[in-house]
């Protein structure tokens, strides 16, 4: 399973992106997928857990962080998951990987990076 992540830029506070994560290969395998972000050094929290979203569609697991203003979506049809985030804030700003969970291991991608300035 390979994994790639687009849709990061460099946007204002209280602007929305949404992130898209294209799943080629083995795409029957995969069960769960995930958002996770890895802040800047600096930051508090590192290589957060954003969201779950299972094969069927249920979201997981949010951060109480992103409650409301993140929202996990996957199309099973195209292979793709999404992460809608609206309200963007400063501290959003990280490089944000799917995850995606298959019998056979777990597979990452290479990350799109979120930039947001006040």
């Known amino acids: 399973v390979q994994l790639v992540e687009s849709g990061g830029g460099l946007v204002q506070a209280g602007d929305s992106l949404r992130l898209s994560c294209a799943a080629s290969?083995?795409?029957?395998?995969?069960?769960?997928m995930s958002w996770y972000r890895q802040a800047p050094v600096k930051q508090r929290e590192l290589g957060e857990l954003?969201?779950?979203?299972?094969?069927?569609?249920?979201?997981?697991n949010y951060r109480d962080s992103v409650k409301g203003r993140f929202t996990i979506s996957r199309n099973n049809a195209t292979s793709t998951m999404y992460l809608q985030i609206t309200s963007l804030r400063t501290e959003d700003t990280a490089v944000y990987y799917c995850?995606?969970?298959?019998?056979?291991?777990?597979?990452w991608g290479q990350g799109t990076q979120v930039t947001v300035s006040s």
């Open positions: 954003v969201a779950t979203i299972t094969a069927g569609g249920r979201a997981l």
């Open positions: 290969g083995s795409t029957f395998s995969i069960n769960l």
């Open positions: 995850r995606a969970y298959t019998s056979q291991g777990n597979y």
